[in-house]
């Protein structure tokens, strides 16, 4: 159950994009299910197949609840965006580990994009997969949510539905 929670907080935060940045001003995506497959290379995590329904407020919800470390955690955020790529690096504390990421996110949040996160990690304690990490997210619209599906649904690899307004998140109530 443990893995099936951090999995799927994997997947909260890097569903608009990914890595510590998230929070900033992501595009919302497209009304729907999404499937998306996380890949992390070169480490010994395997893979991850994940369908999330989203509306715009859940999505945003995920993209504010989730997406990663405010503002006074990070001594740096720089995004840039040209077209259909923006790039985030971005530096963070969280407690005595120091986060440094950079990712690429490409496409279009209509329809289908890709997230390239190359992450380092320096103090704290031992993190699954080591202190380099590289993950790759291809995210692609599957069209309207499945019958009996809400928003705000995840369905993890197992085929266990959880929903994004029933999980604990920083500082809000649950429903």
């Known amino acids: 159950m443990r893995r099936l929670f951090?999995?799927?907080?994997?997947?909260?935060?890097?569903?608009?994009?990914?890595g510590p940045s998230l929070a900033l001003d992501m595009p919302q995506r497209k009304a729907g299910l999404w499937e998306l497959k996380m890949e992390f290379v070169g480490g010994n995590i395997?893979?991850?197949?994940?369908?999330?329904?989203v509306d715009a407020a859940t999505d945003k919800l995920m993209n504010q609840a989730y997406g990663g470390a405010s503002g006074e955690a990070c001594?740096?955020?720089?995004?840039?965006?040209?077209?259909?790529?923006?790039?985030i690096d971005s530096v963070c504390k969280?407690?005595?580990?120091?986060?440094?990421?950079?990712?690429?996110?490409?496409?279009?949040?209509?329809?289908?994009?890709?997230?390239?996160?190359?992450?380092?990690?320096?103090?704290?304690p031992p993190m699954p997969g080591g202190a380099d990490t590289h993950m790759r997210?291809?995210?692609?619209?599957?069209?309207?949510?499945?019958a009996g599906?809400?928003?705000?649904?995840i369905v993890m690899?197992?085929?266990?539905?959880?929903?994004?307004?029933?999980?604990?998140?920083?500082?809000?109530?649950?429903?």
């Open 6 to 18: 951090v999995a799927a907080a994997t997947c909260l935060a890097v569903s608009s994009a990914a």
């Open 46 to 53: 395997p893979g991850q197949t994940m369908k999330q329904c």
């Open 75 to 87: 001594s740096k955020q720089d995004v840039s965006k040209s077209g259909n790529t923006m790039t």
């Open 94 to 124: 969280f407690g005595p580990a120091t986060m440094t990421s950079h990712a690429v996110v490409t496409g279009s949040f209509d329809s289908a994009y890709t997230v390239d996160v190359q992450s380092s990690r320096a103090g704290g």
């Open 137 to 146: 997210i291809s995210a692609t619209w599957l069209g309207a949510c499945a």
């Open 149 to 153: 599906q809400k928003p705000g649904d």
């Open 157 to 175: 690899p197992n085929g266990m539905t959880m929903n994004v307004l029933d999980m604990p998140r920083p500082g809000m109530p649950r429903r």
